[in-house]
Nanobody, 118 residues
Framework: VQLQASGGGSVQAGGSLRLSCLGSGRTAGTLARGWFRQAPGKEREFVASITWGGAATSYADSVKGRSTISRDIAKETVDLQINNLNLEDTAVYYC????????????WGQGTQVTVSS
């Protein structure tokens, strides 16, 4: 299985970005896909997730209300839209996959950089 993240870039505070994660290979048995991020000098943190079957979503408090995660099963993609970006959103964003029967996200993409400037 491979996960490829895209859509990062540089944006001014208050702007928006849409990140996309494309899955390929043996993606059968996916329980959920998630987005995580890691800012310089900080630990990786959860951002949002969506279950593959029922599309149940979960968001970190830091992005709740200004972000939307969605999935397209046919295209094997999971998108994350973040609006009203602020400086604290600057990080490398990673998509990840959690399989059925697993308690953790075990498959990770390569990351895409998001830089927010004032």
């Amino acid at each position: 299985v491979q996960l490829q993240a895209s859509g990062g870039g540089s944006v001014q505070a208050g702007g928006s970005l849409r990140l996309s994660c494309l899955g390929s290979g043996r993606t059968a048995g996916t329980l959920a896909r998630g987005w995580f991020r890691q800012a310089p000098g900080k630990e990786r943190e959860f951002v949002a997730s969506i279950t593959w079957g029922g599309a149940a979503t979960s968001y970190a408090d830091s992005v709740k209300g200004r972000s939307t995660i969605s999935r397209d099963i046919a295209k094997e993609t999971v998108d994350l839209q973040i609006n009203n970006l602020n400086l604290e959103d600057t990080a490398v964003y990673y998509c990840a996959m959690r399989r059925l029967g697993r308690s953790r996200y075990e498959i990770w993409g390569q990351g895409t950089q998001v830089t927010v400037s004032s």
